[in-house]
């Protein structure tokens, strides 16, 4: 494969599950970034990765946990969502942590909190 | 505060030239990108300008005024294809992106 991916596609959970979304480049790039897109909104960023280490939280709440084992990989860990947080989650990367450069996005997750 | 502005939606005819405007005030300024979003599928990279003045590619054009907090998208030849959210987006000091709401673009027959 090639790019960025997303699984799944498409997720519906209620307010007291725990899931997962996954997201992998395979573009040897060493920054990734989750997105949240709301209808008619810009795009949030949620978190960011460089070189597998944090270093952006932008006040997003303990709901959403990120993890990154390594430069490839990314997931988000959901638990106890509200119906507000549903909404497209995208995943990008790209080479560097350095604005300059064009990010790569995944095809989403459309997520549904019910 | 950081606000990128640009008009919610557009309408155009198919063969026309349409011009997507964005402003934008932030703190720093390392470049703006224009990124293309199809429904249901991810935003993908259009241009990038970080000195002032017209970037052409192809159908497309970016043109930026650092001094005006000013940047235009410009589409030639409209295709139905082209119908699709536009994406404006600026690298502020600390290199990180702020994103407008899109402008997304109708192209009729």
């Known amino acids: 494969e090639t790019g960025v991916t997303q699984t799944p596609r498409h997720l519906v959970m209620g307010m007291t599950n725990k899931k997962s979304l996954k997201c992998e480049q395979h573009?040897?790039?060493?920054?990734m970034y989750w997105y949240k897109q709301s209808a008619k909104k810009p795009l949030e960023l949620m978190f960011v990765?460089?070189?597998?280490?944090?270093?952006e939280n932008n006040s997003v709440p303990s709901r959403f946990s990120p993890e990154c084992p390594n430069s490839s990989h990314l997931f988000l860990h959901l638990h106890t969502l509200q119906p507000e947080d549903s909404a497209l989650y995208l995943c990008?990367?790209?080479?560097?942590?350095?604005?300059?450069?064009?990010?790569?996005f995944g095809p989403g997750t459309r997520l549904t909190v019910t | 505060g950081q606000n990128i502005d640009q008009p919610t939606e557009m309408t155009a005819t198919e063969g026309a030239i349409v011009q997507i405007n964005c402003t934008y005030q932030?703190?720093?300024?390392?470049?703006l990108f224009w990124y293309q979003q199809h429904a249901g599928e991810a935003p993908t990279f259009l241009s990038y300008?970080?000195l002032d003045g017209l970037e052409e590619k192809g159908r497309f054009s970016s043109f930026l005024s650092r001094s005006k907090g000013y940047s235009y998208l410009l589409l030639k030849e409209l295709q139905m294809k082209d119908s699709a959210s536009y994406l404006c987006a600026v690298s502020d000091s600390n290199y990180q992106l702020i994103w407008g709401a899109g402008t997304k673009l109708i192209i009729k027959p």
């Open positions: 300008n970080v």
């Open positions: 573009l040897g790039h060493n920054a």
């Open positions: 990008a990367s790209s080479p560097l942590l350095d604005g300059s450069y064009e990010q790569y």
């Open positions: 990765y460089n070189f597998k280490e944090q270093t």
């Open positions: 932030t703190s720093g300024f390392n470049g």
